[in-house]
């Protein structure tokens, strides 16, 4: 069987860019968005449309950047979200679900065992 596309997206669109800055420094534009898309292998070789993926009720959004990895990160035999993005941190999504039918908690920052951000 054909593997599954997964793909993260980012959207810059309320971010801005040099233009984001007022005159007394304070951030005036909206956050970097990064999305995860997966694509569902189909028997004749091709790809069904792309659906986003969902955590705690909404879609997942990271600070840009997702770099999404599914694994089975705490060894319950379902497949957890696991996302780098642009700030150089990680954000945890678990699978409260099945492997066959996930469900994934919102997502959480990963920190080491002193709480100082994994980067």
């Not at 970097?32 to 009720?57: E, I, N, S, W, Y």
């Not at 941190?89 to 065992?113: I, S």
């Amino acid at each position: 069987a054909k593997p599954d596309l997964v793909v993260g997206v980012e959207d810059w669109s309320e971010y801005g860019w040099d233009d984001a800055w007022d005159a007394n420094g304070k951030w005036t534009h909206g956050p970097l968005h990064g999305f995860v898309h997966v694509f569902r292998a189909k028997a004749d070789g091709t790809f069904a449309d792309p659906f986003l993926v969902h955590a705690g009720g909404k879609p997942v959004d990271t600070f840009g950047c997702p770099s999404p990895n599914f694994e089975d990160f705490d060894g319950d035999g379902d497949l957890d979200l696991l996302c780098g993005e642009f700030l150089d941190g990680f954000t945890y999504f678990e699978n409260v679900g099945t492997r066959t039918e996930p469900k994934y908690a919102a997502g959480r920052r990963l920190n080491d065992a002193k709480g100082t951000p994994l980067t």
